[in-house]
């Protein structure tokens, strides 16, 4: 499930569920039509996100090429911890700005 909202920076688009091959065609065209000319900076809330794909996630770092390409950003929002962990194994929270991220990384074991 997906939706776009009006944000303090733009359009912020929500994903929700999960994202896979079957529906990476229409969050990248979701997506894709979020971005006309003269956007800068799109942010995408993907914490009701379950689960994200290779080609989910390959679809957020064409996007966030595109506006780093402009001079501008790519920013996810509080990614759960399989996604976050998507992310990093494939490189791609390099490319973005995640914020909330925290609430996406393990916790550090206790010393007793």
């Given at each position: 499930m997906s939706s776009v909202?009006?944000?303090?920076?733009g359009q912020v688009i929500t994903l929700?569920?999960?994202t896979d091959l079957t529906t990476v065609a229409?969050?990248?065209?979701l997506i894709s039509g979020q971005l006309p000319a003269g956007t800068?900076?799109?942010?995408?809330?993907?914490?009701?996100?379950r689960f994200a794909d290779t080609a989910s996630i390959r679809a957020l770092v064409l996007v966030a090429r595109t506006l780093t390409a402009r001079g501008g950003r790519l920013v996810l929002l509080h990614p759960q911890p399989p996604v976050a962990r998507a992310?990093?194994?494939l490189g791609a929270d390099q490319m973005l700005t995640?914020?909330?991220?925290?609430?996406?990384q393990p916790q550090a074991a206790e010393e007793s």
């Open positions: 909202a009006a944000g303090e920076s929700s569920g999960e229409r969050v990248t065209a800068l900076e799109l942010t995408i809330d993907v914490s009701g996100l992310l990093a194994l995640i914020r909330g991220q925290d609430a996406g």
